[in-house]
């Protein structure tokens, strides 16, 4: 494969895989793995590539950071280890760029299977090792193609998460008056103060809520009493 490694790597691939032996390898085995695999592809296509390193406490905090800052996340689902498994969920529910590797890919979840499993031998031959290279390097190129589903749960969340970060970005608040409960959409830089201190008093003494004068000033009805915030537009009411 015909790949230069950049003399400066930014991007950063977290490695999510076992730390002791299980049924196929060794803690030192799985060690080599990383070290002789995983570690030089990753880096010679462009990635520093880290996994958590075995200690004392808990390591789920320094776990879910690292997931949450790689650019991608390769997860290696071989004896289908349950720590594997629950940062793998993690992992699903905060990104979609995660790929899913196995040294036996028939063992492996079955609903997992349709979003793309690399299947590798941790001793390859030199071929084998070009062979695994290549499907990193079109697995991480897929992850740059929204249409290209890497997460069963964020399938069903993303679109969510992208529609409330919209909201964020140009956010519109749905009023009602108290009086009518005539509602009316208004963007929340423009909303006039609520505070009753700078409210003022209309002809016959009344303090008057600033929001108020937009439903005068929207034509939707002749009340002067406060609004009511019941939501963003988009998002179920209060």
């Known amino acids: 494969m015909n790949v230069s490694s950049p003399s400066v790597i930014q991007k950063t691939c977290y490695v999510i895989m076992p730390f002791s032996s299980t049924r196929t390898l060794s803690a030192e085995g799985w060690n080599e793995v990383f070290e ?17 390193v075995v200690r004392t406490g808990s390591i789920l905090q320094d776990i879910i950071t690292n997931l949450h800052n790689a650019s991608a996340i390769f997860a290696d689902l071989t004896d289908n280890k349950p720590n594997v498994f629950y940062e793998l969920g993690i992992a699903h529910t905060i990104t979609t760029r995660v790929i899913m590797a196995s040294q036996h890919v028939d063992e ?4 997992l299977r349709p979003y793309g499993i690399i299947q590798y ?6 071929e084998q090792t070009i062979r ?13 193609h929204e249409e290209i589903q890497t997460s ?10 992208r529609h409330l ?21 208004v963007r929340v830089n423009e909303t006039t103060q609520s505070d009753w201190a700078v409210a003022g ?9 600033p929001i108020g004068i937009e439903h005068i000033e929207r034509k939707l009805c002749g009340h002067w009493e406060c609004a009511r915030f019941k939501g963003l537009k988009g998002i179920q009411s209060f």
């Open 165 to 185: 970060e919209h909201l964020l970005k140009t956010p519109i608040a749905v009023m009602e008056c108290t009086k009518c409960g005539r509602l009316y959409e």
């Open 36 to 52: 002789k695999l995983f570690k030089p592809t990753f880096e010679l296509l462009g990635y520093r590539c880290l996994r958590s």
């Open 108 to 111: 492996c979840p079955s609903d």
């Open 132 to 144: 695994f290279q290549a499907e990193v390097r079109d697995a991480l190129s897929k992850l740059d």
């Open 121 to 126: 031998k941790p001793k390859p031959m030199h």
């Open 201 to 209: 008093v209309d002809n016959f003494g009344r303090r008057i809520h």
């Open 152 to 161: 069963p749960v964020f399938q069903f969340l993303g679109r969510t998460m």
